[in-house]
């Protein structure tokens, strides 16, 4: 396994697709710009969050998104989050309860809450996946992904290489993403999708889950991020782990001798897809056997 807390010497040039059956890859800024996840679908979320929520009050599904909302409220009011909004029950009709305009606003203040606070949960994700299929399939937004994905996605079905999706975004909402791509629908290069129901993306039980879901050995799947304590957490359960740089991403030194890298799936590509060019190997880091430093992971 190899071990992010350790230095590695000078890099050796391999390949490390080596020995890899299946391919897991993150969304936020590896697949996707970032850009696109905060400006164009968050976006989309602050302006239409209330009209969705006004238009679909009556259907199951959206009383079941804001029942798990309330949920969510008062956990964080057990636990004392700081600026948590709290969301009432919806019970009209009745003397001095809460009617549908005041529970509506409520949501909306906590939705937007949440997504200030940078941590993913269920209930978020679940409701911002069904305002944006509504999004999708209408034609209002169209999923943005970074021009090297299309042609590794087909190098590695051509190669026989399966490929997985993880993300804090629902597994529809990830459906969404690939199916109404402005590439087209890629669903059918994608084996599989995993979210938060198997673990957060920083804790290495999730990444132990899913390659016992993909029924394969850790060594034998590859973890694409951009974040550093994503990889850390998926290389502490064995995987093999690789950081995309791209230019949003910044990486200290020691984080480049930790892991290794690459600013391009092209760079991984060693056929021509789509006339894309052949691909340089990546540099592989060789581990060397020293004591572990302490060191401060940066998300």
């Known amino acids: 396994m190899e071990s992010p807390t350790k230095k590695r010497s000078a890099p050796e040039e391999q390949d490390i697709l080596d020995t890899v059956?299946?391919?897991l890859l993150d969304i936020e800024g590896t697949t996707t710009p970032l850009t696109f996840i905060k400006e164009t679908l968050c976006g989309y979320i602050k302006d239409n969050v209330q009209e969705y929520l006004e238009n679909h009050w009556d259907a199951t599904e959206c009383k079941t998104d804001v029942e798990a909302l309330c949920e969510q409220a008062k956990k964080d009011k057990e636990e004392k989050v700081e600026g948590v909004?709290?969301?009432?029950?919806?019970t009209e009709g009745e003397e001095g309860?809460?009617?549908?305009?005041?529970v509506i606003d409520a949501v909306v203040k906590n939705v937007l809450?949440?997504?200030?606070t940078g941590k993913p949960t269920k209930s978020l994700s679940q409701i911002q996946g069904h305002v944006w299929r509504e999004a999708y399939k209408t034609g209002k937004i169209q999923g943005e992904l970074f021009d090297d994905i299309e042609p590794a996605l087909k190098a590695w079905?051509?190669?026989?290489?399966?490929?997985?999706?993880f993300s804090a975004g629902t597994v529809d909402t990830q459906k969404l993403l690939f199916g109404y791509s402005a590439k087209g629908d890629l669903q059918e290069l994608v084996k599989g999708y995993f979210d938060l129901t198997v673990g957060g993306k920083m804790e290495k039980e999730a990444y132990t889950k899913i390659v016992e879901?993909?029924?394969?050995?850790?060594?034998?799947v590859i973890f694409f991020t951009g974040v550093t304590a994503e990889a850390t957490a998926a290389a502490d359960a064995g995987l093999k782990t690789c950081i995309v740089v791209r230019e949003d991403i910044v990486l200290t030194d020691e984080e480049?001798?930790?892991?290794?890298?690459?600013?391009?799936?092209?760079?991984?590509?060693?056929?021509a897809v789509d006339g894309e060019t052949p691909a340089k190997k990546v540099e592989k880091k060789v581990e060397k056997e020293v004591e572990p430093e302490p060191e401060a992971v940066t998300a």
């Open 21 to 23: 059956k299946a391919v």
């Open 85 to 90: 909004v709290e969301v009432p029950a919806v």
């Open 97 to 102: 309860e809460n009617d549908k305009k005041d």
């Open 113 to 116: 809450w949440q997504m200030t």
């Open 157 to 165: 079905s051509a190669k026989e290489l399966k490929v997985y999706l």
């Open 213 to 220: 879901e993909m029924d394969l050995k850790p060594e034998e």
């Open 256 to 271: 480049k001798k930790k892991f290794n890298t690459i600013s391009s799936f092209t760079e991984l590509l060693t056929d």
